[in-house]
């Protein structure tokens, strides 16, 4: 039997007058965030397509293409992240159908692949080189193809493909060419992205913006179920069952100079270092001083809507779940509203008892995420208000939500989640200070919040000048096998993020937890080779920690300790090493705590040689399931 190969993954094609090689191969470095498991370029040379694919990074693809160049003005590629099945040469996209003439690539999972197999087999299709979904999905609209009556090929293309895809069960961002059809291009998606460039002469199809954002900023973000046929000089939008429909050509916010590494040796330390800024664009606007509360006018609810809510569920995954976990404590704090968090995956599938006056709010940064996506469409279907906190404008999230507060944090290209996460710290507070407003929170308090958000920039550039003192803490603990994290009340979540950033981007073992959790378990982990980390800052709950921090050096584990004000006095006896961030506000704290952990994991990471920027099994935008 088969192996199921489904895929995430990033696509880019390209119809023009230029080379295709080395935009495609440019533009798959952009998207290699998206996975770099293998990597594919096809290109139609006069009448036959030049195929390069090759397991690993898009670097072991351009030296294939360098030994053996592929000449032609138009074409498609891709990156892979697998989910299933091997990573070989045979299963790395593009794939051809079963007369070689049309090639494809797929982002996405075609569930009932097997059928439709079978079904060619039946049919006495029995070509196949790969192990992939995707091949069968080329392979039928290939048949299709092949049955279909008429002179205009483009025509017979489009409506191959389009009669192949609804018969697929499953999700799907493709770009389709064939050699006889010069300069033209088929690309249509359902619940995977896709993105079209409209340039001068030249049109692209991307997975992601930041692909194509070097030769046009003009583009269409696709709807799921449409599907696009593109040649040079014009293209045009109609749905997967046939009608022509409207589309707006947005401008995209950043440039091409804004996803570069500039002078950083990684772009994760580049984004760490960009978020006094990040954190800035985050409120930029969004703070009254004469009413000492917030205004989000994207959520699109007036006061006496927001002055009904009775209940926040927030919801996301990995990092943006911890963020959530932080504005559960914020909003409750500063809203007194009952807050709840859930894990996108879980809360999708679960049969939630239905309240009333409940407001959702899917966090995501790539705003494409699949469990977060599903989760969004599962809470509108039960007919909840649904909002978004998206960094990726016109993301399918963002776009599907009744409204939201984008983060305005540029383009995050590491693979390893940082300025999102603190701008949705950001973004959190600001709704608890809007909720609080209208509710129990004085005007004194209002201000205090906003005079302790306006100072975070400057805090932040405090904080980054420790990079030095965190990298040689990090060189002492090179040998470690692993490490703990705690933290309480809004640092709790803090400990989830500090030990996520560790193992992603590590690969040491590394585990999170309320500090209080210590003794009821986790204690029985505590040896010297195993440092913990106690995010404890001069708040309310310095004392209790400080209990905790005792009962870890009394079994000699090695403490590293993030403090603030009084904490650094208090812990100098007990813990090995001290990192000592500004006094904040306690509810904000955890936007000042967490910029050390990143940077622990950061110079950790470099010192043990790991790819900082793309860690390895993991990719940036998760699409699927
Ligand atoms: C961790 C990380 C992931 C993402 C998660 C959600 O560093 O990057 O855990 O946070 O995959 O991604 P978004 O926010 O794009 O939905």
């Given at each position: 039997?088969?192996?199921?190969?489904?895929?995430?993954?990033?696509?880019?094609?390209?119809?023009?007058?230029?080379?295709?090689?080395?935009?495609?191969?440019?533009?798959?470095?952009?998207?290699?965030?998206?996975?770099?498991?293998?990597?594919?370029?096809?290109?139609?040379?006069?009448?036959?397509?030049?195929?390069?694919?090759?397991?690993?990074?898009?670097?072991?693809?351009?030296?294939?293409?360098?030994?053996?160049?592929?000449?032609?003005?138009?074409?498609?590629?891709?990156?892979?992240?697998?989910?299933?099945?091997?990573?070989?040469?045979?299963?790395?996209?593009?794939?051809?159908?079963?007369?070689?003439?049309?090639?494809?690539?797929?982002?996405?999972?075609?569930?009932?692949?097997?059928?439709?197999?079978?079904?060619?087999?039946?049919?006495?299709?029995?070509?196949?080189?790969?192990?992939?979904?995707?091949?069968?999905?080329?392979?039928?609209?290939?048949?299709?193809?092949?049955?279909?009556?008429?002179?205009?090929?483009?025509?017979?293309?489009?409506?191959?493909?389009?009669?192949?895809?609804?018969?697929?069960?499953?999700?799907?961002?493709?770009?389709?060419?064939?050699?006889?059809?010069?300069?033209?291009?088929?690309?249509?998606?359902?619940?995977?992205?896709?993105?079209?460039?409209?340039?001068?002469?030249?049109?692209?199809?991307?997975?992601?913006?930041?692909?194509?954002?070097?030769?046009?900023?003009?583009?269409?973000?696709?709807?799921?179920?449409?599907?696009?046929?593109?040649?040079?000089?014009?293209?045009?939008?109609?749905?997967?069952?046939?009608?022509?429909?409207?589309?707006?050509?947005?401008?995209?916010?950043?440039?091409?100079?804004?996803?570069?590494?500039?002078?950083?040796?990684?772009?994760?330390?580049?984004?760490?270092?960009?978020?006094?800024?990040?954190?800035?664009?985050?409120?930029?606007?969004?703070?009254?001083?004469?009413?000492?509360?917030?205004?989000?006018?994207?959520?699109?609810?007036?006061?006496?809507?927001?002055?009904?809510?009775?209940?926040?569920?927030?919801?996301?995954?990995?990092?943006?779940?911890?963020?959530?976990r932080v504005?559960e404590y914020l909003?409750e704090r500063l809203?007194?509203?009952?807050?709840?968090?859930?894990?996108?995956?879980?809360?999708?599938?679960?049969?939630?008892?239905?309240?009333?006056?409940?407001?959702?709010?899917?966090?995501?940064?790539?705003?494409?995420?699949?469990?977060?996506?599903?989760?969004?469409?599962?809470?509108?279907?039960?007919?909840?208000?649904?909002?978004?906190?998206?960094?990726?404008?016109?993301?399918?999230?963002?776009?599907?939500?009744?409204?939201?507060?984008?983060?305005?944090?540029?383009?995050?290209?590491?693979?390893?989640?940082?300025?999102?996460?603190?701008?949705?710290l950001?973004?959190?507070t600001?709704?608890?200070?809007?909720?609080?407003?209208?509710?129990?929170?004085?005007?004194?308090e209002?201000?205090r919040m906003?005079?302790a958000?306006?100072a975070l920039?400057?805090q932040?550039?405090?904080v980054?000048?420790?990079?030095?003192?965190?990298?040689?803490?990090?060189?002492?603990?090179?040998?470690?096998?692993?490490?703990?994290?705690f933290g309480r009340q809004f640092n709790y979540p803090i400990a989830?993020?500090g030990?996520?950033?560790?193992?992603?981007?590590?690969?040491?073992?590394?585990?999170?937890?309320p500090s209080a959790?210590?003794?009821?378990?986790?204690?029985?982990?505590?040896?010297?080779?195993?440092?913990?980390i106690f995010i404890a800052p001069d708040d309310a709950v310095l004392s209790k920690n400080l209990n905790n921090i005792?009962?870890?050096?009394?079994?000699?584990?090695?403490?590293?300790a993030v403090t603030s004000g009084n904490g650094a006095k208090q812990l100098?006896?007990?813990a090995?090493?001290i990192i000592e961030v500004p006094d904040v506000i306690d509810c904000l704290s955890p936007v000042l705590t967490v910029i050390p952990l990143?940077?622990?994991?950061?110079?950790?990471?470099?010192?043990?040689?790991?790819?900082?920027?793309?860690?390895?099994?993991?990719?940036?935008?998760?699409?699927?399931?």
């Amino acid at each position: 039997m088969a192996t199921f190969t489904s895929n995430m993954c990033g696509i880019v094609g390209y119809v023009g007058r230029s080379q295709a090689a080395p935009i495609l191969l440019d533009g798959l470095r952009r998207l290699e965030y998206r996975g770099y498991d293998s990597a594919g370029v096809a290109i139609v040379d006069g009448d036959h397509v030049e195929m390069r694919k090759c397991a690993g990074r898009i670097a072991s693809l351009a030296k294939l293409i360098s030994q053996k160049p592929a000449a032609g003005s138009y074409g498609i590629s891709h990156t892979r992240w697998a989910t299933h099945g091997k990573v070989n040469d045979e299963n790395a996209h593009p794939h051809f159908d079963a007369t070689g003439k049309i090639a494809l690539v797929h982002n996405g999972v075609i569930e009932n692949y097997q059928a439709l197999k079978e079904q060619l087999i039946q049919n006495g299709d029995t070509n196949f080189r790969s192990d992939t979904d995707t091949e069968v999905l080329a392979h039928l609209i290939g048949s299709i193809y092949g049955q279909l009556e008429g002179k205009d090929s483009k025509a017979r293309l489009v409506n191959a493909t389009r009669a192949a895809l609804k018969q697929v069960i499953g999700t799907y961002g493709i770009a389709v060419v064939h050699s006889d059809i010069p300069n033209f291009m088929v690309g249509a998606r359902r619940g995977s992205p896709l993105v079209l460039g409209v340039g001068k002469d030249e049109n692209f199809l991307a997975s992601d913006v930041s692909a194509i954002v070097a030769h046009t900023r003009d583009a269409v973000y696709l709807n799921d179920f449409d599907l696009v046929a593109l040649e040079r000089d014009k293209f045009e939008i109609s749905s997967i069952d046939g009608a022509v429909g409207q589309h707006a050509v947005s401008k995209v916010e950043f440039s091409a100079e804004d996803i570069k590494k500039g002078d950083y040796p990684h772009y994760m330390l580049k984004e760490i270092c960009e978020q006094a800024d990040t954190v800035r664009d985050a409120m930029r606007g969004r703070l009254t001083y004469e009413e000492c509360t917030a205004k989000l006018g994207g959520l699109n609810m007036t006061p006496p809507e927001l002055r009904d809510v009775a209940r926040v569920v927030l919801t996301g995954c990995g990092t943006a779940l911890h963020a959530g976990r932080v504005g559960e404590y914020l909003i409750e704090r500063l809203a007194n509203i009952p807050v709840e968090v859930e894990f996108a995956s879980e809360y999708r599938h679960r049969n939630t008892p239905m309240t009333e006056r409940t407001l959702v709010f899917a966090i995501s940064q790539s705003g494409e995420t699949a469990d977060t996506l599903g989760a969004l469409r599962e809470s509108r279907r039960k007919g909840y208000r649904t909002l978004g906190i998206c960094n990726n404008v016109a993301s399918t999230i963002a776009r599907e939500s009744d409204g939201g507060v984008y983060m305005h944090a540029g383009p995050e290209i590491g693979v390893a989640a940082t300025k999102s996460f603190t701008s949705q710290l950001v973004i959190l507070t600001l709704i608890g200070l809007l909720l609080g407003r209208m509710r129990q929170l004085s005007t004194a308090e209002g201000k205090r919040m906003i005079d302790a958000l306006e100072a975070l920039p400057g805090q932040i550039e405090e904080v980054l000048k420790l990079s030095d003192q965190i990298k040689s803490i990090a060189k002492k603990y090179v040998d470690v096998s692993g490490m703990l994290f705690f933290g309480r009340q809004f640092n709790y979540p803090i400990a989830l993020e500090g030990a996520l950033k560790m193992k992603e981007i590590t690969y040491l073992f590394a585990e999170g937890h309320p500090s209080a959790e210590l003794k009821h378990g986790i204690i029985a982990l505590v040896r010297p080779d195993l440092p913990s980390i106690f995010i404890a800052p001069d708040d309310a709950v310095l004392s209790k920690n400080l209990n905790n921090i005792e009962q870890v050096k009394a079994r000699k584990g090695p403490i590293i300790a993030v403090t603030s004000g009084n904490g650094a006095k208090q812990l100098k006896d007990l813990a090995a090493d001290i990192i000592e961030v500004p006094d904040v506000i306690d509810c904000l704290s955890p936007v000042l705590t967490v910029i050390p952990l990143q940077l622990l994991a950061y110079h950790l990471a470099v010192e043990l040689g790991r790819d900082v920027d793309k860690p390895r099994n993991l990719a940036k935008s998760v699409t699927v399931e």
